[in-house]
């Protein structure tokens, strides 16, 4: 199949750019397009033909539902048996915007959609690309994230071309997701309502509006634990994970890097391909690590032996280091994250070692997806 890519400047474009892939939706076919959070893979969220076919571009399990995506509050009517009090109160505040609410689902959701369940997860874009798409097309737009099933979610066009081009019918470009993890999505058919998935959207906020609710157990979980059975049946798969082994180092944070130091140079001198994911507080302490495998070493955004951009995959025992942005400002970690586990994918990194990051606010998120990344492997030191 021949993927269409459509570039789409978010400063300034009419609903004539969008024609054709509002079209597209309501013939069944699959469109890609940028959203705040992650770019979604969206098709016809009433044609159940529609998301058979997404879950056959991702490779994804059919058990595993999809957000549907509107873009106005008044088109949550048909989709739901009834609307709570409480999902209006969530609207007023957080829509259009990265919360996803799952409510109890009408008839007119085909179950393919909802993966089986009663329940439909709901979310209003606040990107103006999303939200347009989603207008001209005048039907609900059912999107997974935009990555092929398994992989690190999509921020950018070309992470979506990588994993789904011939898959799917038109990839819409509007260039970087700004807030670059999937939204928080709240269970409202149950009491007290629970956080399901952290996004930017916190505990903290969410409690201005839903004093008792809390987060299901498995987003708080730490360990590998099978017990501990995530609600949101995604959340239970495989996810994010780059092909390396990847380790999380959690502690004071001299330490961390000194025993990422430690580890990185062990397999350094084994001649493994190394990545270090960074921020900017801790990236000068790697620098010693840089010099010694300098001459071969191609990381760091820019290569200092050729100045080029570009990694060299191919070259054993190198190091690679990706600095995702200060400490001080979780939105930028945040933002980078997806990015960078792409990064050591391109770089065929074996081992990847990274730093943690504080669980409050938006920390929360960015530690679930990194944790399970990692498949849980964390170490204390
Ligand atoms: O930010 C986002 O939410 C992005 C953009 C494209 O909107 N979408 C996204 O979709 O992340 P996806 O399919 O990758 O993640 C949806 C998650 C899955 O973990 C799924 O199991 C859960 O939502 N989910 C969907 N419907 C559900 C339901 N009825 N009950 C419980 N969990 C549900
Ligand atoms: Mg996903």
Redesign the pocket.
Known sequence: METIIKKINIDGFSREDLKEAALFIREGKLVAFP?E????LGGNAYDSTASARIYAAKGRPSD????V?ISEFSEIGPLVKNVPDVARALSDRFWPG?L?M?LEKSDRIPKET??G?D???I?M?SHPIANMLIREAGVPIA????NASGRP?TTKAEHVIEDLSGRIDMIIDGGSSDIGL??T?V?LTVSPALI??P?YITLEMLREVIPDIEYDKAVLKRIKDDTIVA?????KYRHYAPKGELTIYEGDISRVSEAIRTSAEEKLRAGHTVGILTSDELLGSYSELRSIYQEEHTGCDVCPDTGSTEPDADKKGMLYIKDIGSRENESEIAAGLFDALRYFDEVKAEYIYAESFTEGGIGQAIMNRLMKAAGYHIITV
Do not use: F, Q
């Open positions: 959203t959070t992650v770019y979604g595993n539902p999809l957000i995506h990265p996803t799952i909802t993966g369940l329940t439909v997860a979310r874009p999107a997974p994230s935009a979610s999937e939204s999505i269970d399901l998935r996004g609600k949101a049946p995604g959340m």
